[in-house]
């Protein structure tokens, strides 16, 4: 009887193999880690809109508070004990710092935007609210240049050339805005009209405060003009608003309703720069911004939604209490009362420590702020707003 016998294969694996195979996954391990990379870095640029340059008005502002509330005022030895003393020089000079460096990483990561994902800059400047946002760079520049240290523009030519380069878009964005607005039948503004609309007449007083620094009177006057002539047609318009025109904005945004606040503010700071004094025509706008701030403080329950993830948006609530502080400590100094003395004060307060909260908390919630915008704009010439 045969007995079958038994083939017993040994395979014996080389070492070069084995190596390969690691090598193989290893590479395939980086490829896909650069691979992410390249989509992390693409996402930003396409989630970077104009609307994150709200973040830079903020900035500039509260440097601007900061270089006057660092500054010695006639207003009373308390208010002078409660902020001089505690903000020096020092801390301006860091606050201006870190707002030139914040506006310029923006700046930059717009740049290429517009240069990578040009069909979103066009969505931008063709959605009625996305367009009012092409304003906020140039306002945030303009700020940074008012409130630059005196040792940065001891030349005023060099102050002026600067001006002229960031007043000329907000000029060609004017005209284009402004003339949609009464000649385009699809983009009237009884038809596209938003709390963001109010912008652009930011950039016109905002760049009129500006001009006043260099004497340029007739030239801020100008601006002056023009952004109070809009301003007029653009409240009017928001409070007769028509019925379903509530879609124009999204509820996560609603905290640009404070920019009622702000416009009113910057006009009686730009009006104070052109008159000399807070006269009672700044009075008037201060204490209509001073209501404004009320009415919308009363109704928290207007931004139940808004606040329930943190966004963009929420830096919407800092600068438009800031240009109030700037307007309510200009106002005090004009009229010099306990009154006056104690709500400048206040609302100083309130406007630092806002701004120091959104500030930690984007710092904390980086990601979620890059990854997260509101507005979202894509290469296909319409757009969409995520609400």
């Not at 949609?180 to 983009?187: A, M, P, S, V």
């Not at 009209?193 to 930011?202: D, E």
């Not at 008159?275 to 403080?297: A, E, Y």
């Not at 930690?360 to 509101?374: A, G, H, M, R, V």
Request: glycine share 4%.
């Amino acid at each position: 009887m045969v007995q079958p016998q038994s083939i017993l294969d040994v395979v014996i694996e080389s070492p070069n193999i084995k190596h390969q195979e690691q090598a193989t996954e290893q590479s395939t391990y980086f490829k896909d880690q650069k691979k992410e990379s390249r989509q992390s870095k693409s996402s930003i640029l396409a989630n970077i809109n104009a609307s994150y340059f709200r973040i830079c008005i903020s900035l500039g502002a509260q440097s601007l508070l900061w270089k006057k509330l660092s500054e010695k005022t006639d207003i009373s030895p308390t208010f002078n004990n409660l902020f001089i003393n505690k903000l020096p020089s020092t801390a301006f000079l860091l606050m201006w710092c870190l707002s030139l460096g914040v506006l310029v990483c923006l700046s930059c990561l717009y740049t290429m935007r517009c240069i990578f994902y040009l069909k979103m800059v066009k969505a931008e400047l063709k959605h009625h609210v996305g367009v009012n946002y092409l304003f906020a760079p140039w306002i945030s520049w303009l700020l940074l240049l008012q409130s630059a240290p005196s040792f940065i523009f001891r030349n005023k030519y060099c102050y002026g050339y600067v001006w002229w380069l960031l007043i000329i878009p907000v000029i060609g964005l004017d005209v284009k805005v402004y003339g949609q607005w009464f000649t385009t039948e699809k983009r009237f503004l009884s038809m596209v009209a938003n709390p963001t609309s109010q912008l652009s007449v930011i950039g016109n007083f905002v760049g009129a405060h500006a001009a006043i620094k260099m004497g340029w009177t007739e030239t801020g006057t100008c601006l002056f003009t023009l952004g109070l002539a809009h301003y007029m047609v653009v409240f009017i318009t928001l409070y007769q608003r028509l019925s379903g025109s509530n879609h124009l904005l999204p509820s996560k945004l609603r905290p640009v309703f404070f920019q009622f606040v702000a416009t009113p503010s910057m006009a009686s700071l730009a009006w104070k720069s052109i008159n000399g004094c807070f006269d009672i025509q700044c009075k008037m706008l201060f204490f209509l911004s001073l209501f404004l701030f009320t009415s919308l403080v009363s109704r928290p329950m207007l931004f139940k939604k808004s606040v329930k993830e943190f966004s963009v948006a929420w830096w919407a609530f800092s600068f438009p209490v800031t240009f109030l502080a700037l307007a309510s400590t200009t106002y005090a100094q004009q009229v010099k009362n306990v009154t006056a003395t104690i709500m400048a004060a206040i609302l100083s307060l309130i406007s630092v420590l806002l701004f120091l909260f959104l500030l930690l908390l984007s710092t904390i919630k980086i990601d979620l702020l890059l990854t997260n915008p509101i507005l979202k704009f894509s290469n296909d010439p319409g757009s969409k707003i995520v609400r």
